[in-house]
C-alpha cells in the first residue's frame, strides 16, 4: 500500500542504498602518490620497470598509481625539501643504507616485517636485504643488485704492450701500464667529477679485498679503527695510481661521459665501471670493432678477501607509514606484483644483476654470461657509500679527490675518517 | 622639486604596496623563516632540536666555510674588474653606427640564457688537460710551459671558473649599459664634440658621468650575483676537485641537501645575507663619497 | 691633419670590429656545439662530441618532444614564465616610479629593504617557501611558481628601473603638472614611454630567469601535467646513463623562445628617447 509513510520509508532505503553503493564504490578507487627516479634512459628501466608499473595499472582499474619521476640527481632534494615541509609520498624510491636510514628512523616508512615472507622464504635470502635492513626490519625491497666494480679494457690495446691476458698480480699490472705509458697511452681512464667514483667503484672493492668484507661494520661498531694499515694501504694502492700517472691527470673535472669518451676514442686502454656501464660498453664496442674484455681488480699483495667484488642493491620502493587500510594494501599488492620472480627474471634479461634467487633464461647475451660468470667466481662485499653514515661519506669522496690531487697523505686521510667517526 | 598635492603620500605608499607584499610574503618571510633554522639542529626528517648559535661557532670554525667565501671574493673580484668593465666596452661598441649591431647585440646577450649544462660541457672540453682548446693553442704557439691542469690543480680551477662566469655574464651588464647610454642624449655628445671632446675624453669625462648610476647598480649586482653564484659551479665542478671551487651556495646546498644539516646550511644562508649587506653599503657608501 | 683623423678612425673600427666580431666568435661557439650534437645519435657523441653531424638527423628531436611532452613543458613554461613578467614589471614599475622620484618618509628604508633581496641565496628559502606553499595549500598549482618568481625578480627589477628612471630629467614631469596631470597619468604617459630601453632590459631578465629556473619548480610542482621546461628537460638524465642526444635537441628546442622574445625587445633596448620630451 503506497501512503506517505510508507513512500518515506522507501524513499529512506532507498537513499541509504545509493549512499551505500556509492560509497562501497568510492572506496574502492585507491589513489597512491608515487614518486621514482626512472627516467627511461637505462635499459632495465625502459624495458623491465616502467611496463611493469604500466601493468599493474591496467590490471588494477581500482588502484591509481600518481607517478612523479624525478631525475636521480635531484631526486634527494626535492624528497628532503619536501619531507622537512611535512609531506612524502605514499609509495617512493629509496637509495640504501644511510640514504634511507633518517627516513626509518624518523618513523616515516612502514617496515615491511608483515609480508617478508613472502620474499624470503623462497626468493631473496635475508642477507641480500641488508641494506635495507635497521634493527632487523627491512623498509624495501630492491630490484638489482649493482655491483660497482669491473674493469673495461681494450684487447688490443693491451697486446699491444705485450699482454695478452689481464694481469693477475697487481705488480704486473703496473709493469703493464708502464709500458702503456712509454706508447703515449694512457693507462686508466677516469672521470671523478662527480666524487663517488673513485670511492664507489675504487676504493670499495680494493678496501674490501685488502681489509676484509666485514671491516666498516667492525669500524663502525668500534672494533677496529680506519688507521688499520690494511685501509691504508687500499688508499696507497689508489695515491700510487694517481701518482705514477697511471690515471690521466685531469681526472677529478671529467665527468662519466668524458671517461668513457676517452676508452672508445682509444685515448685510454680500459676505464673502470659498474655493472650499469655493461650495457653500453657492449654495444659500442660492437659499433666500434672494438675488442673490449671486462675483469676485475688484479690481486693485490696481503690481501684477506682475494674475491671480494663491491656490490650494492637498490631500484628499491618503500612504503610510508601511516597509510589507511586500503591504501596499505594496494600498496603492498603493488611491491608484490612489481618485485615478482618474473621481473628479476626479466631484469637478467637486460643484463642487470639480481638479488633474487631465480634461474637465469636461456636468451641471455653470451657477453654477459661470461660477466655472470665472472661475478659468480667472487664474494659481494659492501660498498663504502651504502654502509657509512652521510659525514663519512663526504669525508672520503672529498679526502679521495685531496688525496689524488696530492694534497693530503694516506695517513692524514685515515685519520680524519677516524675523527669523524 | 616638492609636489604640494595632500593624497600624495597616500598614493605613493599605495603605488608601492603590491610590489612590497609580495616581496615581503614571498622573500622576507621565508628568510626569516631560515633565520630560525639556523638556530636549530635538524635533518629534515627528524623534529629540530634547539642548538642556539652552535651553527654559526661552527661555521666559523669550518674550513671549507673560509675557504668557499674566499672563493666567493675571487668571483666578486673577477666580475667587478671584469664583467662591468668589458660590459660597459662593449656596449659603447656596439652604440655606434656599426653593421650588423643587431646582430652583435644579440649574441653578446647570448651566453647569459644558455643552460649551464652546456657552457659546462663546452668550457670543460676548452680546458680538458690532454684535447682541450686552450692548451692546444698555448702548445702551438710555443708556449708549453704556459699549459695547466685547468680544473684540476686545486690551485687554479677557482680562476679558470670564475673566468667562465665572467664570460657567461657579461651580456648582462652589456644590456644594462646598452639600455643607460640611450639616457644620454645625442645633442650633450654633439656639443662635447664641437668643444673639442673626443674619443676616450668624452667617454671618461661626460658619458660616464652620466650613467654613474646604473654603473653603481651594475657593481652591487655583479656583487649580490657573485655571492649567490650557484649553478654554473655546480654543474662545471660541483665545487671540487676537494672544494677548491666550492663557493658558499654550494657549500650551503652541500651541507644542507646532502649532508643533511638544514640547521647549518640556513647559518650559511644567513652569513651570505649579512656579508652581501655589508659588501654592499660599503660600496654606495664609496660612490656617495666620490660623487661628493 | 685629415688624412690622420680619418686613419684613426679607421684603425678604431677594425679595432671594435675585431673584438666585437672576436666576442661573437667566443659566445656563439656554445651554441653551435649543443645544435651540432643535436644531430648525432648517443653513440656518435660519446665517440667524438666535436664532430659535424653526418646528416640533418631529427630523430633526437621528435623523441625529445615525445618522450617528456615537451609541447606541454613549453606551454606551461609560457605562461608561469609570462604571466610573472607581466606582473613583476606592472607591480616592480609602479614602485619604482614613486621611490625614484619622490621624496616621502620611508624611502631610503624601502629601498634598501627591496635592494636586500638581491642578496638571497634561492636555495636557503627552498624549504621555506615549501612550508609556506604547503600552508596556504598552493602546492602543485602554477600560482606557486609564480609567486616567488615575481618576489625574487622584484628586488632586480625595481633596483634598475629606479637607477634608470632616477636619471630621467625632471623638466618632462613639471611641465605635465602644470597642466594639471595626475601622478599616475604622468606615469603611464611619460614616465613609462621613456623608461622603454630599460622596461626591455628587466623584461628581458625577468623571462630568462623564470624560463630557466628549476629549483623551485623541482620542489613545488608535483604533477607531470604542470611540469616546466626546465624539469622536462632534467628527465633525460638516468641514474647511470644521460640521454645526450635528446637533450641537446631539448635545449636546442628551449633556446628558442628566449631568442625570440629577446629579438622582440631588443629594439626596444635602444630606443632613444624623443626629441619633444627632452626640449619640453
Known sequence: MINKKNSLIIFIVLIVGILFTSSVMAQETVELEMWHAWTGQDAFASEVLLPKIEEFQENNPNIKLKIQVIPNDSYRTKLRTQAAGGQIPDIMQTYPGSEVQPLVEAGLLMDLEGIIDYWTDDLIPRDSLSAYTFNDKVYAIPAKVNYTHFAFYNKDMLAEAGYTEWPETYEEFKVMGDALKENDIVPISLGNKAKWVLQSIYISTIGDRLTGIDYLEDVLAGERKFTDPAFIKALDVIKELADEGYFNKDANSLNDMEMRQAFYQKRAAMFFGGAWDIGGVIETAKEENMNVGIATFPQIEGEVAPKALSGVTGSAFSIRSGLSEAQKEAAIKFLKFFYSEETYVDLLRTGSFVPAKVDLPADISPQFQDVINLVNEHQIGPVYDAVLPINLIQTINNGLQSLTAGEITSEELAQKMQDNL | MEHIYKHKKKLIYLGILPAFLLYLGFVIVPIFISARYSLVEWNGFSPPAFVGLENYAEMFGNNVFWRSLKNNMVVVLASVLGQVPIGFLLALLVNQKIKGRHFFRTIIFMPVVISAVIISLVWSMVYNYNFGLLNNILNFVGLESWVQNWLSNPDIAMFSVAAVIIWQFVGLYFIIFLAALQTVPDEILEAAKIDGAQGWKRTLYITIPLVKDSILASIVLCISGSLKTFALIYVMTNGGPSHATEVMAIHMYDNTFNGMKFGYGSAVSIFIVVFGIVLVTIVRNLFARFEN | ?280
Open chain 3, 1 to 280: 691633419m685629415k688624412n690622420q683623423v680619418k686613419k684613426i678612425d679607421k684603425l678604431k673600427k677594425i679595432a671594435t670590429y675585431s673584438i666585437l666580431i672576436f666576442f661573437a666568435l667566443i659566445n656563439i661557439y656554445p651554441i653551435f656545439w649543443m645544435v651540432m650534437n643535436s644531430f648525432k645519435t648517443e653513440n656518435q657523441i660519446a665517440i667524438n662530441s666535436f664532430s659535424l653531424p653526418e646528416s640533418l638527423n631529427l630523430s633526437n628531436y621528435i623523441s625529445a618532444w615525445n618522450a617528456v611532452s615537451l609541447g606541454r613543458s613549453f606551454m606551461n613554461s609560457f605562461i608561469v614564465a609570462g604571466i610573472s613578467v607581466i606582473i613583476t614589471v606592472s607591480v616592480g614599475s609602479l614602485a619604482a616610479y614613486f621611490i625614484s622620484r619622490f621624496e616621502f618618509p620611508g624611502k631610503k628604508l624601502i629601498y634598501s629593504f627591496f635592494i636586500f633581496g638581491l642578496l638571497v641565496p634561492i636555495h636557503g628559502t627552498l624549504v621555506p617557501i615549501f612550508i609556506l606553499m604547503r600552508n596556504i595549500g598552493l602546492v602543485n598549482t602554477r600560482i606557486s611558481l609564480i609567486l616567488p618568481y615575481v618576489a625574487f625578480n622584484l628586488p632586480l627589477t625595481i633596483f634598475i628601473l629606479s637607477s634608470f628612471m632616477k636619471s630621467l630629467p625632471k623638466a618632462v614631469e613639471e611641465a605635465a603638472i602644470v597642466d594639471g596631470a595626475g601622478y599616475l597619468r604622468i606615469f603611464w604617459s611619460i614616465i613609462l614611454p621613456m623608461t622603454r630601453p630599460a622596461l626591455a632590459t628587466v623584461g628581458i631578465l625577468n623571462f630568462v630567469y623564470n624560463w630557466n629556473e628549476f629549483s623551485f619548480a623541482l620542489v613545488l610542482i608535483n604533477d607531470s601535467k604542470l611540469m616546466t621546461l626546465p624539469l622536462s628537460l632534467s628527465l633525460f638524465s638516468g641514474q647511470f646513463s644521460t640521454d645526450y642526444g635528446m637533450q641537446m635537441a631539448g635545449l636546442s628546442m628551449a633556446l628558442v623562445p628566449i631568442i625570440a622574445i629577446y629579438l622582440l625587445m631588443e629594439d626596444q633596448l635602444v630606443k632613444g628617447m624623443s626629441a619633444g620630451a627632452v626640449k619640453g
